[in-house]
């Protein structure tokens, strides 16, 4: 295999394998009252370093970031975080459940979700990538990791391990 064809197939790879998705509430129906957002999150899966996103009528509501009391009470005190912007991207960094309202009367007009954060999958051990070496010297299959830099790693390990053996 020829070197530049090696690298090209690895930076390929890695391009195509970092990814953050941007979940846009309410898809295209946006951030509005009489919109069953329970539903909504239930059909959305989230990751550490995905994006929430509202979209909204700035003059008409807003977004709250709340603990679970002020979600399940529609209160604002001790509000965690507040965007106004009528169009705000919101970084989940933390795997958790998040809380979100409008603090602007919408809550209790069903203006409020909650989704739940899952961390990214941590990278292998690396008896694992050795495995992982022989294992796709039988199978062509690609090998997919979802937004972790140590998952990236991994793959270019791995990739380099199969580069050297093509060499031996």
Known sequence: MDLHVFFL???ATVATTVSATD????????WNAGIN??????????????????RYQKTQHNVLQ???????????EGA??????GKDFIL?????????ICGIGGCSNGMKVSVLVHPLSSPPPRSAVVSAVHSSEKSAS???????????????????AIYVCCWI
């Open 37 to 54: 957002y329970t539903l909504w999150s239930n059909h959305q899966t989230f990751y550490v370093g995905d994006f929430i996103s509202f």
């Open 80 to 85: 965690l975080g507040n965007w106004s912007s």
């Open 23 to 30: 979940h846009i509430v309410g898809a295209n129906k946006g």
């Open 142 to 160: 690609p090998m997919i990791f979802r937004g972790n830099f140590g998952s990236i790693l991994v793959l270019v390990e791995v990739l380099m």
């Open 9 to 11: 197939v690895v930076t």
């Open 92 to 100: 989940l960094n933390k795997s958790k459940r998040y809380y979100f």
């Open 66 to 76: 709340v603990n679970k009391i002020g979600y399940n009470n529609c209160t604002i």
